[in-house]
């Protein structure tokens, strides 16, 4: 009989902070490692004494009753979308890139269905170390600040990011995810060992909230207080304490004002975005960032119009977009691709892709009314606002934050524990 008691081997714990690590700081290669080590750890059991390996008895019953778990199986169509847009390809090497990337579309849920059941205690165990390393990477990157602050100042007023551990959006995106965890942890009052960890727990997440500011990535503050206010919502529904909620959100618009006048990092970054956005409308937006976005949005939109049912193949849309940048802004330095998920899909695939896209990336938060679960509304709120303003979803490490925060929290939803239990 499988049960509860069974909980996540203890390999498989030490690769899911392999993975927290690998997103944080460390090369692709470690992060690949860490997802496909997943997949064979949760499918094999590995005995010492004997020495043996055999399949894990749940691996043939999850599959035979393949029907019970669509939301795992859904996810993996992302991975399907570019597989089957084979036949209209004629660039095979950014296909087969496409491919390789969307890879951890289908091996994180399926080592994520193999494993045993786990409660919610373990993911907030999960989230609680998160803080920790995010809290190490800060002074790290306020160390590298530290050493010339009048330069690092400068490269922000020249739209130039700080430096970070890994890509600077990236990055951000983790941190707003760990205060959105930390309050959260706070929420149910965790700790490991002791009560009075909690006030640990409260410190660390005060620092990251600040420390999003001071990073001034336009990104990570969006999806932090997207986040933070959809927790707020679910209390105000939840609770029907309408003035102290109200006052939740006064206070989460307050804020953004006082960190702009409190830290120069962020004032900087914003007057920069301004600017670009100001040469962008005056045609002269060929060397920012900002611009090259927004012209890639147009271009997107464009082949769309051209190719709306069957788009251009997923293969080919690299090539598409350089032509659209090449006929229409020559004097942009970078050729962007369509900084918009729903978008790049609907390019890449047309409306036969983007149907099953929505069906991916929506059914499992509506499946067995999973919005309700605060944490886990508040983490796909945040992963929607994010594919609205970037392709975050064609990285590795995007797609890797996307299914492995997802699988955590669906794995582990309350009141669904019966779903993995075998009698």
């Known amino acids: 009989m499988l049960t509860m008691k069974q909980g996540v081997p203890p390999l498989a714990q030490f690769l899911w902070l392999a993975i927290l690590v690998a ?71 950014y296909w087969f890139i496409r491919l390789q990337v969307k890879a951890s579309f289908l091996v994180l849920p399926l080592a994520f269905l193999f494993l045993p059941a786990f409660s919610r205690r373990a993911v907030h165990q999960l989230f609680y170390g998160l803080l920790g390393l995010l809290t190490l990477g800060n002074s790290v990157i306020l160390y590298h600040f530290c050493q010339d602050v009048a330069d690092s100042l400068q490269g922000l007023k020249m739209g130039q990011p700080m430096w970070t551990p890994i890509h600077h959006i990236r990055y951000s995106l983790l941190l707003a995810l760990a205060v959105v965890g930390g309050v959260q942890l706070l929420r149910v009052k965790h700790y490991w060992r002791l009560p009075a960890e909690r006030w640990l727990i409260g410190l660390l997440t005060l620092l990251a ?152 990336f929506f059914f499992p938060l509506f499946y067995r009314r999973h919005y309700r679960d605060a944490f886990f509304l508040a983490f796909y709120a945040m992963q929607f606002v994010s594919i609205l303003i970037e392709h975050s979803l064609e990285n590795v490490l995007g797609i890797v934050h996307y299914c492995f925060f997802t699988l955590l929290l669906l794995k582990s939803m309350p009141g669904e524990e019966a779903r993995w239990v075998k009698a």
């Open 23 to 93: 997103m944080l700081f460390s090369p692709f290669a470690l992060l690949s490692i860490s997802v496909g080590a997943l997949l064979v750890v949760a499918v094999f059991e590995l005995e010492c004494h004997p020495f043996r390996i055999r399949l894990r008895p749940q691996v043939l019953d999850r599959l035979a009753n393949w029907r019970q778990y669509p939301d795992y199986f859904a996810i993996t169509l992302s991975f399907w979308i570019v597989l089957l847009s084979f036949w209209q390809t004629y660039d095979w090497t």
């Open 209 to 360: 909230f600040i420390f999003v500011h001071f990073l001034a990535v336009k990104s990570g503050i969006l999806m932090l207080y997207v986040g933070l206010a959809t927790l707020v919502l679910h209390y105000i529904v939840m609770s029907r304490r309408w003035l102290s909620g109200l006052g939740l959100l006064v206070l989460l618009s307050v804020v953004p004002v006082i960190s702009y006048h409190s830290f120069p990092t962020l004032r900087n970054k914003v007057l920069y975005t301004i600017h670009d956005f100001k040469m962008y409308a005056a045609g002269q937006g060929g060397t920012y960032s900002d611009s090259g976005r927004l012209a890639a949005l147009k271009a997107g939109w464009q082949i769309v119009q051209a190719r709306p049912v069957l788009g251009v193949g997923a293969g080919n849309l690299r090539h598409a977009m350089a032509v659209k940048f090449d006929e229409q802004y020559p004097d942009y330095i970078e050729k962007f691709m369509p900084p918009n998920q729903f978008l790049f899909v609907w390019a890449g695939t047309g409306l036969w892709g983007l149907a099953l896209f929505l069906i991916a």
